[in-house]
């Protein structure tokens, strides 16, 4: 069984990434819907929530899990990886890192959270894979309210994007990295604000490339779970825009 | 002692606002970092969180409280004192409906979250006090994020309010309740969407004036102190433009 979690619902991107490329593969799926959102917390808190998170995960069976949240992948990956040895973790940074080591990119724009960005969590590995590279990063902690919103298409986000990566345009950038599993969401957007010309990079559909390559088991039907820490009716409509009409989904409330 | 808190830093408006009407009051303060924001979250997550703060606050000699978030006062102000019996509570919503009530206000919006507006707890005493008065209520969650960032004056958050309130506009509204204790450090931008016809009613300054009235006690001295569940250079630059340069501040992480 594969788990996924990530601080809320942003990581539905990614299991449905997963379901689209290996769709027999059974989820288990975590949203820290209670301590949402992570972006803007420090790395001691978002390493104790991971935590939490991986010991419920692994009690329910999980044998491989999908660190679905950037800031968490930046923050925890090797914490996590500390305190279990022996599992397999996929998180959503590495297989960007890859992706642009082996399309050779020279000039790339990093998006994400403020804790992402903070973190240079794709800036050191690409920088020891490509030296000459240039990189450019910018947080736009505004993105997730208003996807969260479902305002992924509202002209007043089209203008937050353009304040915050306007001014990347001239660089030539080849690619924006989604450094954020919400931001798959309104690619159309930031694609229109560079007028076409860049590559995006969706950290959701390389992650589940890596899955798919690591998945030699047979016969893994079942159901997928979706717990969440916290329930309202606003998740409902956001968590139904993402994967559909009818998932298993149940509460579970962490810690105390 | 006096306790104080909220999800996060937003309290802080009505601990700036308690300080300048009681200054020897001594008052410890408790802002859930870790867990921030809540407007969006379940009654029974908030009245979880609040209930451990209050065990902290107590814990550390407070004999009054504060529930200086309208999300909280909204959902959790029963079950509290239920916990609490002897605990004197003061919340942000019971001063804005008694000063309505006495100024005989006949048409009021009320602005909140989605869980403060859902919850319609101003408008049931309200509608109890006066009962021809006309409510209307609007949810603006973006207001936070915005707040948060700093930009309580930009352009975008001006044009996200009249997306939210200019429907309102001909609605001879006489008062606007700024029912999130975050919305005071906006309230220019929304008086201008009213084209400054409106009243502001602004909780933080409201539960001030009860505080002061029931503060009978001499000899209030004492350092302030201001505890948060999470710390990250972000609320620091937030913090100390709400209540000045040299905070005395703490880190206490709750729960597990």
């Known amino acids: 069984m594969l788990g996924i979690f990530d601080s ?6 990614v299991a449905k990434e997963i379901k689209k490329l290996v769709p027999r593969q059974r989820i288990i799926y975590f949203g820290d819907t209670a301590r949402v959102p992570w972006g803007n917390k420090s790395q001691e808190t978002i390493q104790k929530y991971s935590e939490e998170i991986v010991r419920f995960l692994v009690s329910k069976g999980a044998k491989k899990i999908v660190i679905a949240c950037n800031t968490a992948s930046a923050l925890t990956r090797e914490y996590l990886q500390e305190r279990y040895p022996s599992m ?17 990119i020279s000039r790339a724009l990093i998006i994400g959270t403020r804790a992402t960005i903070k973190s240079k969590a794709y800036e050191y590995p690409l920088l020891e894979l490509l030296p000459r590279i240039k990189m450019y990063s910018q947080a736009c902690p505004l993105f997730v309210p208003f996807i969260e919103e479902g305002l992924q298409e509202d002209r007043l986000l089209r203008e937050i994007t353009k304040k915050y990566l306007s001014r990347f345009v001239k660089k030539d950038i080849e690619c924006v990295i989604l450094g954020c599993t919400h931001y798959p969401l ?36 079942g159901d997928d779970i979706f717990y969440f820490s916290d329930w309202s009716e606003h998740n409902e409509s956001f968590v139904k825009n993402i994967i559909g009409n009818k998932p298993n989904i149940k509460i579970h409330r962490l810690g105390s």
């Open 8 to 13: 809320g619902v942003g990581g539905l991107t």
């Open 88 to 104: 397999i973790f996929y998180d959503v940074i590495d297989p960007c890192v890859k992706k642009i080591h082996i399309e050779k």
């Open 186 to 221: 309104m690619k159309n957007i930031i694609k229109t604000v560079f007028n076409g010309k860049v590559k995006i990079i969706n950290a959701a559909q390389e992650v589940a490339l890596q899955v798919k390559d690591g998945c030699h088991d047979k016969h893994l039907d």
